[in-house]
């Protein structure tokens, strides 16, 4: 089992910016990429982005060149640095891990929310 939890959320101002981080715990070495999701009131749950094990990166159009995910292997430690915040940026954030060979995120954090005020 791999436990993960957020931490970082919180209110800041159009423009402004937050680093969320996701701190993993237990059975690391079965991990293989690990990625930031968000899920909006009313909306359904999206990819924000995605670090893989070669620390190959994904990013979902809508916050390229404005958000970045990075991964500190010897802190087992992913982060999401975010600059430029909108309104529409306003979510739950929630750190997610996949195995090694898997498609889909096998483990979730608890989520932190993240509000951008106008």
């Known amino acids: 089992q791999v436990q993960l939890v957020e931490s970082g959320g919180g209110l800041v101002q159009a423009g402004g910016s937050l680093r969320l981080s996701c701190a993993a715990s237990?059975?690391?070495?079965?991990?293989?990429?690990m990625g930031w999701h968000r899920q909006a009131p009313g909306k359904r749950r999206e990819l924000v982005a995605v670090?893989?094990?070669?620390?190959?990166?994904v990013y979902a159009d809508f916050v390229k060149g404005r958000f970045t995910i990075s991964r500190d292997n010897a802190e087992n430690t992913v982060y999401l640095q975010m600059n430029s915040l909108k309104p529409e940026d306003t979510a739950v954030y929630y750190c997610?891990?996949?195995?090694?060979?898997?498609?889909?995120?096998?483990?979730w954090g608890q989520g932190t929310q993240v509000t951008v005020s106008s």
């Open positions: 997610a891990a996949r195995k090694m060979l898997r498609t889909i995120y096998d483990y």
């Open positions: 237990g059975n690391i070495f079965s991990i293989s990429a």
């Open positions: 670090v893989n094990a070669n620390n190959s990166t």
